[in-house]
């Protein structure tokens, strides 16, 4: 029923998703005008296309690129409230071999700050917030860290339309915290990590991080033949913890408090704030990689509209109905968004739509 429902969405703006589809073709995405040329390259060295670029390309005429259906996307836009949600790794930065090196790019931080300017923005990340934020730099967008769990607001929030979740304290710098849905496993967590220090670290090159509310299991440098051992050490400190669950990620294992709360609860739960829940005339953007993005795309699936933007640069099962290649597409996109809503007649600033300022 939810791809039914974008599915019409899309079809009403003229997304239309068939073998038939050119959108990907369309000039100015720059992806399109790569494939062409490594297309190209394939015939003049008299060759066919390799298999993995016939299946690439076949996944994006059911994905179309957003860079190549961008100007039919904004125009379905003009009018409506436009709320913006980013993963961080894999979608504003590169995944790298150490998780603590996974910078942004100066280029993206300013697109991101630009983009905020004209829309509520929100980076949603499986990260600690405090690491996200340290990353990020920027103080007009709301922060979802350990995959929604411990959502801040910039410092001058946006009304809340009706406060319901509200559980509001102070974190240690005295920013306002305006939901932590897993609070009360704090201290289990803090034993699960102390636990998982003492008999993870034995396997070299697996790396634990502290996501405050979750906890990852880097395993990017260790040793394919130990993968069997890291999983079984893990999965018998769990044993000692029933209300915590394992998830996997891209090289990561990540060990989260068994509660119903995921980076689509964290959407729903933003766009509640912004009071933005119940309005009929809201396109959210959401722009990830990683499969716990999934769960996001899946709340505006529900929707019937908006736009699920997934980061990819090989075929993969999701329920995004646009694609961008990799961090560098979504900087194109954003930096594309925010010149839109500069040129568009009828945006105004954020400071002057919704209240927050840089
Ligand atoms: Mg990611």
Request: proline share 4%.
């Amino acid at each position: 029923m939810f791809t039914r429902n974008i599915a019409k969405f899309n079809q009403a703006l003229g997304f239309q998703r068939s073998s038939t589809n050119k959108q990907k073709l369309q000039p100015g995405s720059g992806r399109s005008i790569s494939m062409r040329a490594s297309n190209l390259s394939h015939f003049i060295a008299g060759g066919p296309t390799s298999i993995d670029d016939a299946s690439y390309n076949s996944w994006v005429v059911e994905h179309p690129s957003a860079l190549g259906s961008f100007d039919q996307m904004m125009r379905a836009a003009k009018g409506r409230k436009i709320a913006v949600f980013l993963d961080y790794d894999g979608t504003l930065a590169p995944i790298v071999d150490n998780p603590d090196l996974a910078f942004m790019s100066d280029e993206m931080r300013s697109a991101v700050r630009e983009v905020a300017k004209y829309f509520p923005t929100a980076i949603i990340s499986g990260r600690s917030r405090e690491k996200v934020k340290e990353f990020v730099q920027l103080s007009n967008v709301y922060y979802a860290g350990s995959h929604g769990m411990d959502i801040m607001a910039p410092r001058r929030p946006v009304k809340s339309c009706d406060g319901k979740y509200h559980t509001i304290a102070l974190d240690k710098k005295g920013n306002e915290v305006l939901f932590q849905p897993a609070k009360k496993f704090l201290p289990a967590i803090q034993k699960v990590r102390t636990a998982l220090r003492e008999k993870v670290m034995k396997i070299q090159g697996a790396r634990i991080e502290d996501n405050r509310f979750c906890i990852s299991v880097h395993f990017r440098q260790v040793r394919e033949e130990d993968y069997g051992i890291l999983e079984k050490t893990v999965k018998s400190v769990l044993e000692h913890y029933p209300e915590f669950h394992l998830s996997w990620g891209k090289k990561v294992m990540e060990i989260r408090p068994s509660i119903e709360w995921d980076k689509g609860h964290a959407l729903e739960y933003l766009l509640d704030t912004l009071g933005l829940s119940n309005s009929s005339d809201v396109l959210p953007v959401y722009i990830g990689d990683d499969r716990t993005d999934e769960d996001a795309f899946k709340v505006i699936q529900g929707r019937g509209q908006g736009y699920p933007i997934i980061v990819s640069s090989s075929p993969k099962e999701t329920k995004a109905s646009f694609s961008l290649h990799d961090p560098s597409e979504v900087l194109t996109f954003l930096l594309r968004l925010a010149r839109w809503s500069k040129s568009s007649s009828s945006s105004r600033s954020l400071a002057q739509i919704w209240g927050v300022v840089d």
